[in-house]
């Protein structure tokens, strides 16, 4: 059993930059694939980035490709998701997720964190 527990949201001014993390327990996480997803007010949950168990290989969605970077360190248990330049439809509820396929669906999911991005 995984549990998630992301923090480092909050609100910032466009153009701006926050990390998010993603603190895991358990002794599997680095046997694990990692994810990032959003969910704004009235969306569905989408895609951010994704990561391998060893940090190898990554992607992203299109609309944040070459502004956030996602990373991992597996002898903390803590993914991470750098966010610059962002903009205000960057605003969402962030949840990041683990499993053991690279590209899901995932096993565990954390709660989430509130990213503000005013304009």
């Known amino acids: 059993q995984v549990q998630l527990v992301e923090s480092g949201g909050g609100l910032v001014q466009a153009g701006g930059s926050l990390r998010l993390s993603c603190a895991a327990s358990g002794r599997t996480f680095s046997s694990y694939a990692m994810a990032w997803f959003r969910q704004a007010p009235g969306k569905e949950r989408e895609f951010v980035a994704r990561?391998?168990?060893?940090?190898?290989?990554?992607m992203y969605a299109d609309s944040v490709k070459g502004r956030f970077t996602i990373s991992r360190d597996n002898a903390k248990n803590t993914v991470y998701l750098q966010m610059n330049k962002l903009k205000p439809e960057d605003t969402a509820v962030y949840y990041c997720?683990?499993?053991?396929?690279?590209?899901?669906?995932?096993?565990?999911w954390g709660q989430g964190t509130q990213v503000t991005v005013s304009s």
């Open positions: 990561i391998t168990w060893s940090g190898s290989s990554t």
């Open positions: 997720a683990g499993g053991s396929s690279y590209y899901g669906p995932y096993d565990y």
